[in-house]
């Protein structure tokens, strides 16, 4: 019985440890939006405009997610330029690394036999504030406010799991008459030692302005 109660004690602490881990990593910015409607686990949204950095990588889907995650991470971890003029009287310019706030969620989409991937911006910066990227993979877009429906869901970004949850979205959309611009888009929210039913992802689709 003490045996049983120390091994239950064990896995508990393991178990809430990861939570607050993953959740700790997971405090970041996120991109601004109203709820427009909610039914079911999905979402209308309207996003406010953002910032985003973004690659396009070759691949199938979870090795270009990786790979994207790498190149942006080296961009806001300081592999980009800040210029800045010191003085009108002498045009001297110092060039320094910036390491830029993590935000999420990480974001993917196809892009015919690419895949897009994509981080948004911290919401401090603008267009002109925001450093140059030494890597010019990587590009800088100012994105305008947008309506989305979406789906969230938890457990692993699997194909599986996302195909799953994405043809329930498009059940949704074909249902409500809704019109749609381009392919799905996926979001993922967690560090990957987030225990599965803790994580946040979710497939998302952008709601033409004149869908009804």
């Not at 607050?20 to 405090?27: C, K, L, Q, R, T």
């Not at 601004?32 to 999905?42: A, E, W």
């Not at 948004?120 to 910066?125: D, E, Q, R």
Request: aromatic fraction near 10%; charge should be negative.
């Amino acid at each position: 019985m003490n045996k049983n109660w120390i091994i239950t004690g064990l896995v508990s602490f393991v178990l809430s440890g990861c939570s607050i881990i993953g959740a700790g990593v997971s405090d970041a910015d996120t991109p601004k939006y109203d709820v427009i409607s909610s039914t079911d686990g999905i979402e209308i949204r309207q996003y406010d405009p953002m910032i985003i950095a973004e690659v396009v990588v070759q691949g199938e889907r979870s090795e270009a997610i990786s790979e994207g995650f790498r190149l942006l991470a080296d961009y806001i971890f300081g592999d980009n330029t800040v210029k800045e003029s010191i003085a009108m009287t002498a045009p001297v310019q110092q060039q320094a690394n910036e390491k830029i706030a993590m935000t999420r969620p990480v974001q993917q989409q196809s892009a015919g036999d690419a895949w897009k991937v994509s981080f948004v911006m911290p919401s401090k910066y603008l267009m002109d504030t925001l450093p140059k990227p030494n890597n010019e993979r990587v590009a800088i877009k100012e994105i305008p406010g947008k309506r989305f429906v979406t789906i969230r869901f938890s457990g692993f970004n699997s194909d599986e799991n996302i195909a799953q949850h994405e043809e329930q979205l498009m059940q949704y959309i074909l249902s409500n008459k809704m019109n749609t611009n381009g392919p799905a888009k996926y979001a993922f929210y967690n560090p990957p030692w987030t225990i599965p039913f803790l994580r946040r992802n979710e497939v998302m689709f952008e709601v033409d302005p004149h869908s009804p």
